[in-house]
C-alpha cells in the first residue's frame, strides 16, 4: 500500500502512513504544510521503493545510529561523551545525508576557534567517522570520507626520575600505588583503573589487560618489575578492583567524569613543585584559583615509553611491552630522554642495568 498523508491527535505535523515492501511505515513529515508534506511521501516512498529493490535500509537519524555503535562497541567514558556531544548537535540529521558540512557544524558547535588539529580529530572527526562507518557497514549510508585535520609533530611531556620519586611523595597514600603503577607499567590510566586481582600474577610478575579493557581491543600481557609488584603487594584485599580511592570505594569511569584521579594528581603535582600555572574558575563562593600541572596522568605512559628506549635501545621491545601495533609509535621516544639517567631509572623500576648485565653475559 503507498504511502498517505494523514492527521496525528495531539500533532501539528501531516504524517506518513502506508506499508512498503511489507514494512510498515508511520512517521511524522515535520511540516504542517500540505505541499510540503506531499513532496517529502513521494520522496520517501521513492526512497523505500528504491531500497527495498537494491537491497538498502532506509537510513536512520544519527542519533540512533550513535546508539547502535555504543550498544556494539561499548568504547571508554571519553569516547562516550564525544559521542553524546555529537549527537546534541546532529541527532536529528538522517546517516545518509551527513558530510563534510555537517562535520564543520559540529566542530564549531563543540570547540573553540582555536582548537588543536588533535582535538579536533579526537572529539569530533573520530567519533563521527566511527559512527557512520558502523552504519554504513549496516547499510544505512555511503562509506564516510570526512576530512581529517592537519596535525603537526608535537612534543610530548615526561618525568626525569627525581620528578617521578617527588610526585609519589607529595601524592596522598591511595594515590601513590597507582602512581607508581603507572610509571612502572605504562599502561593508560584507564586500564590501570578497571584492573582486578583475579588479573594480577604476583608470582608470576605480570597482569593480564583483557580485550575488553584495552584501547586496542586486544589482549595484553604486562610484566612487572620488583617496584611495581612490591607497590602491588602491599596493597590490602585481593578481590576486585585493585586501586580505590581513599574511601575504600573502587574509581568509577563514566562519560562525565574526565579523569577519576585528576583532582588528586593535580594537588600532588602542585605540592611536588612540578611545573604547571595556576588557572581561575567559578566556584558557588565567587571566583578560585586552581593549579593545572603541565604533566597528566597519560604522561605516565610517555615516561615509561622514554625510559624504557633509553634503557634497552630496542623498538621492537618497546612495541611489545608497551602494546602498540607497530614501531612507528615507539620511534617518537627514541633519544628524547637526556644522558645521565640509566642508573635514576634502573635505581626507580628496582632492576639491574640491561646492557651492562648483557655485557657481563657475553663476556662470561
Not at 563534510?100 to 566542530?107: F, L, S, V
Not at 579523569?259 to 602542585?270: L, V
Not at 630496542?314 to 637526556?338: C, F, N, T
Amino acid at each position: 500500500m503507498p504511502l498517505r498523508i494523514t492527521r496525528r491527535k495531539g500533532s501539528s505535523f501531516f504524517w506518513l502512513v502506508g506499508t512498503i515492501e511489507g514494512r510498515r511505515i508511520r512517521e511524522s513529515t515535520g511540516t504542517d504544510n500540505p505541499e510540503h508534506a506531499e513532496i517529502k511521501r513521494a520522496a520517501r516512498e521513492a526512497e523505500l521503493f528504491k531500497a527495498a529493490i537494491a537491497g538498502i535500509r532506509p537510513s536512520i537519524s544519527f542519533a540512533k545510529a550513535a546508539a547502535s555503535y555504543l550498544s556494539a562497541e561499548k568504547p571508554g567514558p571519553t569516547h562516550i561523551r564525544s559521542v553524546n556531544r555529537l549527537v546534541s548537535v546532529l541527532g536529528s540529521v538522517l546517516v545518509r545525508d551527513i558530510g563534510q558540512i555537517h562535520c564543520d557544524q559540529a566542530r564549531r558547535a563543540l570547540l573553540k576557534k582555536d582548537a588543536k588539529a588533535t582535538t579536533i580529530a579526537r572529539h569530533v572527526v573520530a567519533p563521527l567517522t566511527s559512527i557512520l562507518r558502523h552504519a554504513s557497514r549496516r547499510k544505512y549510508c555511503e562509506w564516510p570520507r570526512l576530512e581529517w585535520p592537519k596535525q603537526e609533530r608535537t612534543e610530548f611531556s615526561f618525568f626525569l626520575p627525581h620528578q617521578a620519586e617527588a610526585l609519589i611523595s607529595a601524592a596522598s597514600p591511595h594515590l601513590q600505588p597507582i602512581i607508581i603503577f603507572l610509571l612502572c607499567t605504562g599502561v593508560r590510566i584507564g586500564e590501570a583503573i578497571d584492573l582486578e586481582w583475579r588479573n594480577v600474577d604476583l608470582a608470576g610478575r605480570k597482569v593480564i589487560l583483557w580485550e575488553g579493557t584495552t584501547k586496542s581491543r586486544r589482549r595484553r600481557v604486562v610484566h612487572l618489575n620488583p617496584r611495581a609488584v612490591a607497590s602491588l603487594t602491599a596493597l590490602p584485599g585481593r578481590e576486585g578492583r585493585v586501586f580505590r580511592r581513599d574511601d575504600g570505594e573502587p574509581y568509577m569511569q563514566t562519560a562525565s567524569i574526565r579523569s577519576p584521579i585528576r583532582t588528586a594528581w593535580n594537588s600532588a603535582a602542585y605540592r611536588a613543585g612540578l611545573p604547571g600555572k595556576m588557572q581561575d574558575r567559578e566556584r558557588n563562593n565567587g571566583v578560585g584559583a586552581r593549579f593545572q600541572p603541565e604533566h597528566t596522568p597519560h604522561d605516565c605512559r610517555h615516561t615509561y615509553a622514554s625510559w624504557h628506549y633509553a634503557l634497552h635501545k630496542d623498538l621492537l621491545l618497546l612495541v611489545r611491552d608497551i602494546g602498540w601495533k607497530s614501531v612507528v609509535m615507539a620511534e617518537r621516544y627514541a633519544h628524547v630522554m637526556p644522558e645521565g639517567h640509566r642508573e635514576a631509572i634502573c635505581s626507580f623500576w628496582g632492576i639491574s642495568d640491561p646492557i651492562l648485565t648483557q655485557r657481563k653475559e657475553d663476556a662470561a
